[in-house]
């Protein structure tokens, strides 16, 4: 598996995942439209001409939701049995239509699970920087990774 098992990660690892993803258009309105949200920052360009931003911003929760995707492929891809929350979740600053948003994650804390002798939950930060460098997101989120059989 392309995931990393929870006999492999310890408190403090960093992974700077090299994977960018540039944010579009097309992404916020399909996101606004699939998730009814009808925030006009979003998807008025109007209304976002007038405020602080002078443009339309990228649907907060589907930056979360890019940030997170980000780190599957090196870090829970196949290791992983749920996810089961996330909590602090920060928005610095906005993505816009065009930028590239890059993710990093700190593993914060890890214990076995008191339920399970198969898995043991991971606490990670996952932070997420547009192409100029600006911290854009920020969540914790707390999964349950499987150990490898053989420790079992």
Same mark, same amino acid.
């Given at each position: ?39 006009? *920052? ?6 976002? @001409? $007038?405020?602080?931003?002078?443009? %339309?911003?990228?649907? !907060? =929760?589907? &930056? ?36 590239? *948003? ?6 914060? @804390? $890890?214990?076995?699970?008191?339920? %399970?002798?198969?898995? !043991? =939950?991971? &606490? ?29």
């Amino acid at each position: 598996m392309a995931g990393k098992y929870y006999d492999e990660i310890e408190a403090g690892m960093i992974f700077r995942h090299e994977l960018g993803r540039t944010l579009t258009e097309a992404d916020n309105v399909l996101f606004c439209s699939l998730t009814m949200n009808t925030q006009p *920052l979003h998807i008025d360009e109007h209304f976002a @001409s $007038k405020t602080t931003f002078g443009t %339309r911003i990228m649907n !907060g =929760i589907f &930056t979360l939701g890019v940030v997170v995707g980000i780190s599957v492929g090196d870090l829970t891809q196949g290791t992983i049995i749920a996810n089961l929350g996330y909590e602090n979740v920060r928005h610095p600053k906005p993505m816009f239509a065009g930028d590239t *948003l890059y993710a990093e994650t700190t593993i914060v @804390s $890890k214990r076995d699970s008191s339920s %399970r002798p198969d898995a !043991g =939950i991971v &606490t990670m930060k996952h932070s997420g920087r547009n192409q100029h460098g600006d911290l854009c997101i920020e969540v914790t989120r707390s999964a349950l990774f499987l150990k490898r059989k053989e420790d079992l």
